[in-house]
């Protein structure tokens, strides 16, 4: 499967941003959809994601601020990012973990919160 992701760009703290991704059609099932961020020289961490059951899970440091969504007709999953914060500067990346294949990560899209 690709995914394909875009909406990063440029905020101030305590500004908003929403990343979107949509991943192609493919014939086996999507377990898992979700978004991760790295920064340099650190490894890259999962922040938020939908499992097909339903669950949603946040890493704390983004609990309160950032909203997963799902489109399961468009195969799409969105990161809606509030209360920005410069710590939330990173290359995110969406994630699919699809049923007996593994998993697929889109091309990162860079955030930066600045003043």
């Known amino acids: 499967v690709q995914l394909q992701a875009s909406g990063g760009g440029s905020a101030q703290p305590g500004g908003s941003l929403r990343l979107s991704c949509e991943a192609s059609k493919t014939s086996h099932s999507i377990v898992v959809l979700g978004w991760a961020r790295q920064t340099p020289g650190n490894e890259r961490e999962l922040v938020a994601t939908?499992?097909?059951?339903?669950?949603?899970n946040y890493v704390d440091s983004v609990k309160g601020r950032f909203a997963i969504s799902i489109n399961n007709a468009k195969n799409a999953v969105y990161l809606q990012m509030n209360s920005l914060k410069v710590e939330d500067t990173a290359v995110y990346y969406c994630?699919?973990?699809?049923?007996?294949?593994?998993?697929?990560w889109g091309q990162g899209t860079l955030v930066t919160v600045s003043s």
């Open positions: 994630y699919a973990l699809l049923y007996k294949v593994g998993d697929f």
């Open positions: 939908w499992r097909d059951d339903g669950t949603i």
